[in-house]
């Protein structure tokens, strides 16, 4: 059988950064308030014209550099995201064409903050299947659009960036020591889609709409689901919380982070943290961690990697990786 092995990642962060001073400066909040509650101090924002395609394209660019290979090698594109560029078509048909790529197939895949577990889940399976040989799988948003910048609830969470990670087939023998993608898991529960949800939409507003979210109910599931999530993928590999060398989590909340890796007990050395840096960037904040963490050599080949992600709908999962 085939596996996916990660050859490539890249990333990519608009020059705009956005402090809590600064927020704090056009809402009633503090930068205190937020980091204590969040463990966000800046975000970046995208610049006016620069679209979600855009920041996924250079993402992608740099992954491709990464692996050294040409773009005109891919033959899969999935963007997963929730803020695309246009209702259709697809964000992903935009990267393929500003990446020059013509054969193939490219499309979005919509599961918000799990988006980019999602992806990378759909990417594995065509893998697995044969029906590709090298996928290019981004997370890519501009939450600042879609935010409403009076709710200092909502508005001081998010921010805009996009990361990128290159799989290629390779065989499942112990040639190239167990280098791949070990499995994926992904639930959903659209009983909670008003937990955390877009007010706006073509169908029924003809509207973008604004984010909404109960935050502490929120808080609330992601404990318990992404520690199930976790322990799914534990069990999947016959593993143990001391097998991992990294924990990649979506970057929400701090808060939540904290909680999931000391339900992992896992030393805190051990979880790669950007929130602080990039706020939550919705499917773009598991491989713009990854990036970060792969390009100042904490992340070794051979290491255990295990990411994992919520988000609305509920949307949630995991995926264990031997990078």
């Given at each position: 059988m ?5 050859i ?37 924002i995208?610049?006016?014209?620069e ?23 891919i ?28 054969q ?6 919509s ?27 981004i ?39 167990g ?12 009983r909670?889609r ?10 029924s ?51 939540i ?28 904040s598991?491989?713009?961690?990854l ?20 988000g ?12």
């Open positions: 085939k596996r996916s092995q990660i490539g990642w890249g990333s990519y962060l608009p020059k705009q950064i956005l402090t809590n001073d600064e927020l704090a400066q056009r809402i009633d909040t503090s930068d205190e308030w937020i980091t204590s509650r969040t463990g966000i101090r800046q975000r970046h995208a610049a006016e014209g679209n979600t395609s855009d920041l996924a394209v250079s993402a992608a660019q740099a992954a491709i550099a990464t692996a050294g290979i040409e773009a005109t090698d033959d899969l594109i999935i963007v997963a995201t929730a803020t695309p560029d246009n209702t259709f078509p697809s964000t992903a048909t935009a990267v393929q064409a500003k990446l020059g790529i013509t193939g197939a490219a499309f979005d895949v599961a918000v903050c799990s988006g980019f577990v999602f992806g990378l889940t759909v990417a594995d399976n065509f893998i697995r299947c044969g029906q590709a040989d090298t996928v290019l799988v997370g890519a948003e501009v939450f600042s659009r879609i935010l409403d910048w009076q709710d200092r609830g909502t508005c001081v969470l998010f921010g805009d960036g996009a990361g990128a990670l290159l799989l290629r087939a390779t065989e499942s023998d112990e040639a190239n020591n280098r791949y993608v070990l499995s994926t898991h992904i639930h959903s529960d659209g909670y008003d937990l955390l949800y877009v007010d706006g939409g073509p169908s507003t003809q509207t973008v709409g604004y984010l909404r979210m109960s935050g502490r109910d929120v808080f609330k599931h992601a404990v318990t689901l992404l520690a199930g999530a976790v322990n799914e993928a534990l069990e999947a590999n016959d593993m143990k919380s001391e097998d991992i060398d990294w924990l990649v989590p979506h970057q929400a909340n701090k808060r982070m904290d909680a999931t890796q000391r339900k992992l007990k896992l030393p805190v050395e051990k979880m790669v943290v950007t929130i602080d840096r990039h706020a939550n960037t919705s499917a773009a598991i491989p713009l961690a990036t970060e963490a792969a390009n100042d050599g904490r992340i070794q080949p051979g290491h255990i990697v295990l990411v994992e992600g919520m609305g709908g509920f949307t949630w999962g995991s995926a264990m990786i031997r990078w």
